[in-house]
């Protein structure tokens, strides 16, 4: 849909977009710019939410050496 008929169905085309549709704008032929609904809303963060799925092996909070980060072997 060129940017002129855009224009004057800007209502018309939100109303698809609110249907599913992807609606792509052109200028002289040439997409320019997509209207798509929104990004879902993200869920609120809880305390502890990821506590069944991080496991924190021993040893992980182990001093570790410059050598050993920059992968040097003695």
Known sequence: MS???????????????EAGELVVITRHGRPVAQLGPPPAERGEARLGGMRERIKLYPGWDEPVTEGEILGETL
């Open 3 to 17: 940017t002129a008929e855009a224009k004057n169905r800007l209502t018309e085309l939100i109303r698809a977009v």
